[in-house]
């Protein structure tokens, strides 16, 4: 059951964020504010030397603050979310794993505090974010090469720059990738509520599209619906919606979806299936349920369905020149 799956990941968040100073109430993903540490030659990191369940492998060290060299920067870190894909590579069972021993984190927003003598694209002040996964985010300052960050706007919210580099860019990037969609078309996707979901919404909306949003059904539904409609969600529908026939008269007022965003799997994952039109594409870029994805043949067969998956981190190695940054791929 990927609610049980879900619930983990929130407990699992919450241990992580009490392990730094942590600002409470953030909204998911959840995001960890930073204070320096006394000794201006030692951090504070969440470090983890072998794989595991994040809450016995990750440990708090204080950590010796590097020189700055030539192409260095010096970085303050002001905030990181903990996202799921952070807790999968603690755990061994990532795509691509850092070395090891490694600094926790994938995603995070710091502001520069000093450069080195060759760096050209940052100065002190500005905010940085990293160019790719596996940077460390989870410590209080660090000296990262200039090439391993990105400059963002410093008058943008704290938590959306945190939170920048990956849900965002990974719905923007299923949203146009995978199918030729003209504004009026429909998008149907599940985990709506999710941090890449709401990026699915804001981002279909700005580009015309028509969004069918799935959650999972909760006593306070309303309020969630709310939410999202406040995002721009034209339709949302429980998971047991989804599953009544009566739900195809939806399609009398959108256009059948040729776009279907899959982030649970399972049952989920079916029920989007059946909804696409012919010959669209499912792209799956999660499975919270943990179950596999069932396909009909006749889906495949009769409406030429096609089922691709997404996942931003082999997207920026094929489209950037510094190759995989110093990970080591899963076998």
């Not at 990738?177 to 996707?189: K, N, W």
């Not at 999710?194 to 059904?217: K, P, Y």
Request: aromatic share 6%.
């Amino acid at each position: 059951m990927w609610v049980s799956r879900v619930l983990w990941l929130a407990r699992t968040a919450a241990l992580l964020r009490r392990r730094l100073l942590v600002a409470p109430g953030c909204p998911r993903p959840a995001t960890t504010a930073y204070s320096a540490s006394a000794d201006p030659s030692r951090v504070r990191a969440l470090v983890y030397e072998h794989h595991g369940h994040p809450a016995k492998v990750v440990e708090l060290k204080n950590l010796e603050l590097p020189a700055v060299g030539g192409s260095d920067v010096h970085v303050k870190m002001l905030a990181a979310p903990i996202n799921p894909s952070d807790i999968n590579m603690i755990q061994g069972n990532y795509g691509l794993l850092p070395k090891l021993p490694a600094v926790g984190g994938n995603e995070g927003v710091g502001q520069v505090v000093a450069v080195g003598s060759s760096v050209t694209g940052v100065k002190p002040g500005d905010w940085v974010i990293p160019a790719a996964a596996g940077l460390g985010t989870w410590r209080t300052e660090a000296v990262f090469n200039e090439e391993a960050l990105i400059a963002v706007p410093s008058d943008i919210p704290l938590q959306s720059a945190a939170t920048l580099s990956v849900n965002p860019c990974t719905a923007y990037r299923m949203l146009t990738d995978f199918e030729q969609l003209q504004p009026g078309d429909s998008v149907i996707q599940n985990a709506s509520n999710s941090g890449v979901g709401q990026a699915v919404i804001q981002i279909a909306r700005a580009l015309g599209l028509r969004t069918i949003n799935v959650v999972r059904d909760r006593p306070d539904i309303q309020t969630l619906t709310n939410k999202l409609k406040n995002l721009g969600a034209e339709h949302i529908i429980t998971e047991e919606e989804l599953r009544k026939p009566e739900t195809k008269s939806l399609f009398k007022d959108v256009p059948q979806p040729r776009l279907a965003l899959n982030c649970v799997g399972g049952r989920s994952s079916t029920e989007l299936l059946r909804h696409l039109a012919p010959g669209g594409t499912m792209v799956t870029y999660g499975g919270m349920a943990k179950q596999p994805i069932i396909a009909s043949v006749s889906q495949l067969i009769f409406k030429d369905l096609k089922l691709r998956g997404f996942w931003l981190s082999q997207w920026k190695k094929d489209h950037s020149p510094g190759g995989n940054f110093g990970f080591r791929r899963l076998q």
